[in-house]
Nanobody, 115 residues
């Protein structure tokens, strides 16, 4: 059973930084893709950043240049470093993974950026 456990959210002032971590378990092979989505109140869930098994990355335009996604394959962990945070980054962040043609979601972690 694939499980994704996210951690690292919190409250930070605008301009600050946070690091989110997602630890995966129950996998025997590399994920096709693993990354982060977020959902703000009253808005749809949106892609933040994702990294493929080959290392290719994709970012939402709104976070390019500020967020960096990386993965540690040996540890089945994906990190999201978030710099220069803005109030509009406030949302619940969800770890996501595509594994063996199935989508998996971790529990959300709240990120709140105060002005």
């Amino acid at each position: 059973q694939v499980q994704l456990v996210a951690s690292g959210g919190g409250l930070v002032q605008a301009g600050g930084s946070l690091r989110l971590s997602c630890a995966a378990s129950g996998v025997a092979f590399s994920f096709s893709a693993i990354g982060w989505y977020r959902q703000a109140p009253g808005k749809q869930r949106e892609l933040v950043a994702i990294i493929s098994s080959s290392g290719n990355t994709d970012y939402a335009d709104s976070v390019k240049g500020r967020f960096t996604i990386s993965r540690d394959g040996a540890k089945n962990t994906v990190l999201l470093r978030m710099n220069s945070l803005k109030p509009e980054d406030t949302a619940v962040y969800y770890c996501y993974a595509r594994y063996q043609f199935t989508d998996y979601w971790g529990q959300g972690t709240q990120v709140t950026v105060s002005a």
